[in-house]
């Protein structure tokens, strides 16, 4: 590293070290690489807590889940879609929040009309904990921004309530270890709503993962690439919170939908673990374009000072040797991708569209015969038993109405949920550690541990339990 960087990202990285990290003790003054070598140390430490491990935890079954919902917003409004479906016999919906009164008013509604009367609240920044303090709530779905996430989660299971959180769950390393050490003192469940592990496409390959159709698995390329600008720019985001962190961030904003299903499919957490990554951003210019075209009443008309690449790339090297690539791209023209990547010795897929190789058929693509067949056979058994609900209810091809499912049904049955905080944790930290290392040109930024070494235990995936 160069002097000048050596200067220049030293300021910066102490002030990210403060914001970003959070971590307490890093925002140190003096110069030096010494000095930023100690703080990318500090990155990875545990941050000592006082309960004990929930890897595998099982809370007391519920009959009928009581779930309050914090946010209805884009996400939100149509997740209630998903908790209604399991009224009466698996879940109801005990109470409601949004700051904004309008979007109470229409759950609500929604929710009356099909026999369920939540409480509600509303109107302040703060209406939320009162709702959190009931004692008639048993799970809180959180789905408001980003900033929230850990505060409500935190919050809510102090409050003795099970949560689950929309992605990503934290944005600074010091929120993940809140994350972590809140759900072990409390001893409740802490799941980030991972949508895309549950994808039939997904949970296909899942399945071929681990009947060993890929032989070893070595690599896998991962993103999210999807055209936000009109969203970012417009009204669509209450009070346009997404593209405040592209203001200020340039990392992946944004890492959990590519990159949860190959956690899944590399055993991360249950055998191997995210070692170290290296991140890099392009250029800037689609936000800045963009944002000459728009209404020039909107506050973003003709602004330039957007810190965020088009397209972030980050390369992640796991514990066993394995490596990901991850993208991470909302501002281009380039058409919706997650890739959806895995290499392994015997076979290979790819998505968008979805295509198989595998060494018995030679060179190239099987052909849609044989990829048809390998669907059947492989077919994950969550798809194969509830496909003709999961495609009455929908959401995002199917995955949400999975999920919520997941959740509830787990919670009915007193079993460990499919996710848990140490998959929360692992998977949103690439936000922060991809912004240190962008901000330091590349550098590797060590993982912290969120399980304090017992991703070192091989552990089956909840998914392939039943
Ligand atoms: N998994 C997926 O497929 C998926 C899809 C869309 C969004 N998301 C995630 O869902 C979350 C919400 O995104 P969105 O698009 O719905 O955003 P949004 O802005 O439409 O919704 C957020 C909601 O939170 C409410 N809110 C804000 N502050 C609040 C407070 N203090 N108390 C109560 N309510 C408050 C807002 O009024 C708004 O209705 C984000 O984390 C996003 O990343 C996930």
Known sequence: ???????????????????????????????????????????????????????????????????????????????????????????????????????????????????????????????????????????????????????????????????????????????????????????????????????????????????????????AEAAYIHNLLWMLFGDSYYHKWRIRHHVKHDGNLYPTHGLGPVAWYMDIQRGDHFEYLTSMSSLQASLTEYAKTVDPENEFYNRTDFKHGDLNTSLIKTSQGRMITLKHDVATPRPYNRINAIAGTMGYHEGYPSRLAVNEYGHGWVEEEVYREYREKYEHPIWKNMRVEIEKHGGHGGMDFVLVYRIIDNLNKGLPLDQDVYDAAAWSVITPLSEISVELEGTPVKFPDFSRGKWQEPRELQVFKR
């Open 1 to 219: 590293m160069s002097n000048e960087l050596d200067r220049r990202s030293f300021l910066k990285i102490s002030a990210l070290a403060g914001a970003l990290i959070g971590l307490p003790g890093l925002a140190c003054t003096r110069s030096g690489k010494t000095d930023i070598d100690a703080i990318l140390e500090k990155i990875s430490l545990n941050v000592p807590g006082t309960g004990k491990s929930v890897m595998g935890m099982a809370a007391p079954p519920i009959d009928q889940v009581k779930v309050g919902v914090i946010g209805l917003g884009n996400r939100g409004s149509g997740m209630i879609y998903h908790v209604q479906a399991l009224f009466p016999d698996k879940a109801t919906i005990t109470a409601i929040c949004d700051i904004r009164q309008k979007q109470v008013e229409e759950a609500l509604s929604y929710l009356k009309e099909n026999g369920q009367n939540p409480a509600v609240y509303s109107g302040t920044e703060d209406a939320w904990k009162e709702m959190v303090q009931r004692d008639d709530i048993d799970l809180v779905l959180i789905m408001t921004n980003w900033k929230l996430h850990t505060p409500m989660c935190v919050y809510a299971m102090q409050q003795g309530k099970h949560v689950a959180v929309e992605v990503p769950a934290a944005i600074t390393v010091e929120e993940c270890w809140q994350l972590v050490n809140t759900s072990e003192e409390t001893q409740r469940h802490c799941m980030m709503m991972e949508n895309v592990c549950y994808g039939s496409e997904e949970l296909w390959v899942l399945n071929m993962v681990k009947k060993g159709v890929f032989g070893t698995i070595t690599y």
